[in-house]
């Protein structure tokens, strides 16, 4: 198995601007998790899915974030209108189960993104 | 005050050596408590997960311990190889908190 995809690895963007980010969780996983990682503030989980439903996005941080599960093979996190405080790295993590706490989860290798 | 305290926030060591890393914690409720591994520029790997029942849980050469009772976890690396310089991070569910990690470098 690939393993959790994540695209792309690298964005650069200006302020203003929409991001896109995109994920392939591990084929078969039932749970999905979007992180965002920054020195700062360290990892934080900003929403996750069940069987593609949002079940808790508690975490995402203002209305300007967006997440998306059309189906078990993919989802996107969208920004809108980006802003300097995004630059972060960006995390998906998929799961077999739908135990959130004790399930295993695999992540992707990251999007790194810098709004300038 | 962050819910999960890790520390120390960086140790350095030489390769071959043992060396514990401290999780404590005040997350409420407990379902579990999981260490990572992050290398650099990469995303975390689980290494353990424990559960209220459970006080110690090994991985190879890691062995992480859990005390629900003082809330205090520990994740004892044996035998250090230069291959576990990263960070470590502690995360307590149910509600998933993260520590902060602790840098390793392993010198040779």
């Known amino acids: 198995d690939a393993g959790v995809i994540q695209s792309p690895r690298h964005e650069v963007t200006e302020m203003g601007q929409e991001v896109t980010l995109r994920c392939k969780p591990i084929?078969?996983?039932?749970?999905l998790f979007w992180y965002r990682q920054t020195m700062m503030r360290g990892l934080e989980l900003l929403i996750y899915?069940?069987?593609?439903?949002?079940?808790?996005d508690s975490g995402m941080p203002e209305d300007r974030f967006s997440a998306k599960m059309p189906n078990a093979s993919f989802s996107t996190l969208k920004i809108q209108p980006s802003e300097p405080r995004d630059s972060a790295v960006y995390f998906c993590a998929s799961s077999m189960g739908t135990t959130v706490a004790a399930d295993t989860q695999y992540f992707g290798p990251g999007t790194r993104l810098t709004v300038l | 005050k962050n819910q999960v305290e890790q520390s120390p926030q960086s140790l350095i060591i030489l390769e071959g050596k043992n060396c514990t890393l401290q999780c404590n914690y005040t997350v409420s409720p407990f379902s579990n408590l999981r260490w990572y591994k992050q290398d650099t520029g990469r995303g975390p790997v689980s290494l353990t997960i424990m559960t209220f029942s459970e006080n110690t849980k090994s991985n190879g050469r890691y062995t992480a311990t859990l005390d629900a009772d003082t809330k205090q976890s520990s994740l004892h690396i044996t035998a250090s190889q230069l291959s576990d310089s990263a960070s470590y991070i502690c995360v307590v569910s149910a509600r998933m908190r993260f520590g902060a990690g602790t840098r390793l470098t392993v010198k040779p």
């Open positions: 084929s078969g996983h039932n749970s």
């Open positions: 899915f069940n069987n593609n439903v949002p079940i808790d």
